[in-house]
């Protein structure tokens, strides 16, 4: 089931039973305007504030962040599938460990 | 806790003069919920849609046997439904009387209990269980709408329980 949603910071706040301003407390940020805007999409949060959020949700970066990962997860195998094609013969450890490498990223 | 039968992104929505309460679901769990005025219905759909782009619009459907809503709602209702189809999105109409009949056969007559009821089944939703109108001449809380929204979808898709589903 594809996410509609790129992430679901609103969501997984709400079951924290966390408010806006709690989170932005927790997540050290000055005014909880700026949680909202994280909520309605209008910006996206930096790395450091991702991670505080799977801190304070206790939900992994990519269960928060659901649709931007399928999107991102989708990018990599196409590169990945392209990659695979273009590569010649596994006949040295260091390629056949490439070439598995690469085949776990498409399945 | 439960899931809607339906997997799709699904967007109940029930117009108030406060703005459009509205529930969101995806993959049969409860993501979203709220009221959204952004001055006009349409604006406020944009507004909503935004927020949750669903593949599905529950909508009340204003011309069904036993719709009590006055003429003004009703072109509300129909621009919506509308501002929806231009997106390409499906518009699923329920008869509100039909949803109001399902919760009777439930033993459930009054709006109060069935926003329990749909809190019990999505406990996100408890804290935002709308206080009882004690009085016949008091307003009533803007969160019933919410979870006459929810009502809505919930008629037309159905719920199986989450651990049945898991």
């Given at each position: ?31 909880k305007s700026k949680v909202s ?38 990018g990599v195998r196409g590169r ?12 040295t450890a260091l390629r056949a ?11 | ?166």
């Amino acid at each position: 089931m594809p996410h509609k949603l790129i992430h679901y910071l609103r969501n997984a706040r709400r079951e924290t039973g966390f408010s806006q301003a709690d989170m932005a407390a927790l997540l050290g940020a000055p005014w909880k305007s700026k949680v909202s805007r994280y909520e309605r999409r209008v910006a996206l949060p930096p790395l450091q504030t991702a991670l505080a959020y799977q801190v304070v949700t206790d939900k992994p970066v990519a269960q928060l962040f659901a649709g931007m990962y399928d999107t991102v997860a989708e990018g990599v195998r196409g590169r990945a599938r392209d990659l695979l094609s273009r590569s010649g013969e596994a006949n040295t450890a260091l390629r056949a460990r490439r070439k598995r490498s690469l085949e776990r990223i498409l399945q | 806790m439960k899931n809607l039968n339906d997997k799709r992104a699904i967007l109940g929505i029930d117009p108030t003069k406060r703005g459009l309460a509205f529930v969101y679901f995806e993959g049969g769990r409860l993501i979203d919920w709220g009221i959204r005025h952004a001055g006009g219905e349409t604006a406020d759909f944009d507004a909503v849609f935004r927020l949750c782009p669903a593949d599905v619009v529950v909508l009340e459907d204003p011309d069904a046997e036993g719709s009590e809503r006055r003429p003004s709602m009703r072109t509300v209702l129909s621009r919506l439904a509308r501002a929806a189809e231009r997106r390409g999105i499906v518009v699923v109409k329920v008869s509100r009387y039909a949803v109001r009949r399902g919760w009777i056969e439930r033993g459930i007559t009054r709006k109060h209990s069935a926003a329990k009821m749909i809190a019990e089944d999505f406990p996100a939703l408890e804290a935002f269980l709308p206080r009882p109108r004690i009085k016949a001449y008091m307003d009533e809380d803007a969160r019933v709408q919410i979870f006459d929204a929810a009502s809505l979808v919930l008629h037309a898709f159905g719920t199986t329980d989450d651990s049945l589903a898991a």
